[in-house]
């Protein structure tokens, strides 16, 4: 009898110690091994806001600036940290239903997760940002807004030349995967700001904020000492010219066809315009992609860059010219005939 129970408090034994192993296995996994914990504790009690750079700015070949840059803002939400009061202030002021918030709200979900920032509403116009910026302490901790800088253009000319700005998809992503971009930066898709991309583009800053206990941000975490600092993209100097480029716009005004101007000496392009062509400063900002879907659907084709993808058969004159050139040369006779098609 005695043998049976000692028998049964060493399994008891054996059980209680391969028990309190597994326990002590599992802890020490979740606190050294796995960082899945640690992420999820850090993601709520630290804010990672990101600094958007300044982009090169373009001076013409006078040093005069042609493409500069003016600071609007976005409302980036955090999913996990938006409450029902944050919902109600937000859709009466950005004017959504329920079903266009939650189809929102899903979006920057699928983008960036739960407690990363996504923007919600980007390049918010003035009326806007002052109504979401006087009540900036009622929408947070679930809504920020974050400064971003946007393109301005002091001459409103060669939207053709110099491109536009547009938000990168999933496709984008996934084929410049190493490059550091993310949902909601912006990136160069035509002309020049696509064509100088990783010069004008610039680095992104990071900063950290630390969290009280109702998820806002109080100081900055490790006194600032993982932060990064923006770094504005390098400037650019071409060889146009900006008053010779106006005076081009001005001459066709109300035309179809491009106008090229190139010095004979450097093979610089002075002045390239495309008509009809678009004021650049309506592809930038709040009203952008409203704008873009007009001149989109446009029968004119404005937003179709002449000088460069129109097709003009040469005309009589140039025929003539070269027929004579080629006379002169030895090349052809009087008798020759080449089809122009």
Same mark, same amino acid.
């Not at 979900?109 to 990363?116: A, E, F, P, S, T």
């Given at each position: 009898?005695?043998?049976?129970?000692?028998?049964?408090?060493?399994? /008891?034994?054996?059980?209680?110690?391969?028990? +309190?192993?597994?326990?002590?296995?599992?802890?020490?996994?979740?606190?050294? /091994?796995?960082?899945?914990?640690?992420?999820?504790? =850090?993601?709520?009690?630290?804010?990672?806001?990101?600094?958007?750079?300044?982009?090169?700015?373009?001076?013409?070949?006078?040093?005069?600036?042609?493409?500069?840059?003016? +600071?609007?803002?976005? #409302?980036?939400?955090?999913?996990?940290?938006?409450?029902?009061? =944050?919902?109600?202030?937000?859709?009466?002021?950005?004017?959504?239903?329920?079903?266009?918030?939650?189809?929102?709200?899903?979006?920057?979900?699928?983008?960036?997760?739960?407690?990363?920032?996504?923007?919600?509403?980007? +390049?918010?116009?003035?009326?806007?940002?002052?109504? #979401?910026?006087?009540?900036?302490?009622?929408?947070?901790?679930?809504?920020? #807004?974050?400064?971003?800088?946007?393109?301005?253009?002091?001459?409103?000319?060669?939207?053709?030349?110099?491109?536009?700005?547009?938000?990168? =998809?999933?496709?984008?992503?996934?084929?410049?995967?190493?490059?550091?971009?993310?949902?909601?930066?912006?990136?160069?898709?035509?002309?020049?700001?696509?064509?100088?991309?990783?010069?004008?583009?610039?680095?992104?800053?990071?900063?950290?904020?630390?969290?009280?206990?109702?998820?806002?941000?109080?100081?900055?975490?490790?006194?600032?000492?993982?932060?990064?600092?923006?770094?504005?993209?390098?400037?650019?100097?071409?060889?146009?010219?900006?008053?010779?480029?106006?005076?081009?716009?001005?001459?066709?005004?109300?035309?179809?066809?491009?106008?090229?101007?190139?010095?004979?000496?450097?093979?610089?392009?002075?002045?390239?315009?495309?008509?009809?062509?678009?004021?650049?400063?309506?592809?930038?900002?709040?009203?952008?992609?409203?704008?873009?879907?007009?001149?989109?659907?446009?029968?004119?084709?404005?937003?179709?860059?002449?000088?460069?993808?129109?097709?003009?058969?040469?005309?009589?004159?140039?025929?003539?010219?070269?027929? +004579?050139?080629?006379?002169?040369?030895?090349? /052809?006779?009087?008798?020759?005939?080449?089809?122009?098609?």
């Amino acid at each position: 009898m005695t043998d049976q129970y000692s028998f049964r408090g060493r399994i /008891i034994q054996i059980i209680i110690g391969f028990a +309190l192993l597994v326990v002590v296995a599992q802890l020490f996994n979740l606190q050294v /091994i796995s960082s899945k914990y640690s992420q999820m504790a =850090d993601n709520q009690a630290i804010y990672r806001k990101v600094i958007y750079p300044s982009r090169g700015v373009v001076y013409d070949r006078k040093n005069r600036i042609m493409v500069d840059n003016t +600071l609007l803002y976005d #409302l980036v939400i955090i999913p996990a940290q938006v409450r029902e009061s =944050d919902t109600t202030l937000i859709k009466q002021i950005l004017q959504l239903d329920d079903k266009a918030f939650h189809e929102r709200l899903i979006s920057a979900i699928i983008k960036n997760g739960r407690y990363q920032p996504s923007v919600f509403e980007g +390049l918010l116009d003035e009326k806007t940002y002052a109504a #979401l910026a006087e009540n900036h302490y009622r929408i947070q901790p679930g809504f920020d #807004l974050v400064e971003r800088p946007v393109r301005k253009y002091p001459y409103p000319v060669a939207g053709h030349v110099f491109g536009y700005l547009g938000e990168v =998809d999933p496709g984008f992503l996934e084929k410049h995967a190493a490059e550091g971009y993310r949902m909601g930066d912006y990136t160069g898709m035509t002309g020049l700001e696509s064509s100088y991309e990783k010069v004008l583009m610039g680095v992104r800053g990071i900063e950290y904020w630390q969290r009280d206990n109702k998820n806002r941000p109080t100081k900055r975490w490790e006194n600032g000492d993982f932060d990064t600092t923006a770094i504005t993209g390098r400037a650019l100097y071409s060889s146009m010219d900006a008053e010779l480029q106006e005076l081009g716009e001005l001459l066709m005004s109300g035309k179809m066809g491009s106008v090229v101007a190139i010095n004979p000496k450097t093979g610089g392009i002075l002045a390239m315009v495309s008509a009809p062509g678009y004021d650049p400063n309506l592809l930038t900002g709040a009203q952008r992609r409203q704008q873009f879907s007009r001149m989109y659907v446009d029968p004119k084709q404005p937003l179709l860059n002449r000088s460069v993808t129109g097709s003009y058969s040469p005309g009589s004159t140039f025929k003539t010219l070269q027929a +004579l050139v080629g006379m002169q040369e030895g090349v /052809i006779d009087q008798d020759y005939g080449y089809p122009c098609r």
